[in-house]
């Protein structure tokens, strides 16, 4: 169920990456969310496996941080990467 609201969450991410300056020629449409989701389903995965329970509020803030931050830098990334 949690990895649901990962899911919803990189959605609502993606939606609004266009607008915050994440449109680009030099990747598609869907790299932003989908670099959000699997960040966020590796670092849950980690977390939970490290011993955080689901219920725990850390795991809630260090996943809905780290999704946006990877959303961010990871297109960037490629952008620059393919820009050479």
Known sequence: MEIAF?????AILGLVAP???L???????LVPAVSALVS???LWTALTWVG???TDAWIW???M????AFM?????????????
């Open 6 to 10: 990962i899911v919803f969450y990189a």
């Open 65 to 68: 941080l780290a999704m946006p």
């Open 61 to 63: 803030i260090i996943v």
């Open 23 to 29: 449109k680009s020629e030099k990747f598609g449409g």
């Open 19 to 21: 607008y915050i300056g």
């Open 72 to 84: 961010w830098f990871v297109p960037k990334r490629i952008e620059a990467i393919r820009s050479k």
């Open 52 to 54: 955080m329970s689901h």
């Open 40 to 42: 966020g389903a590796i």
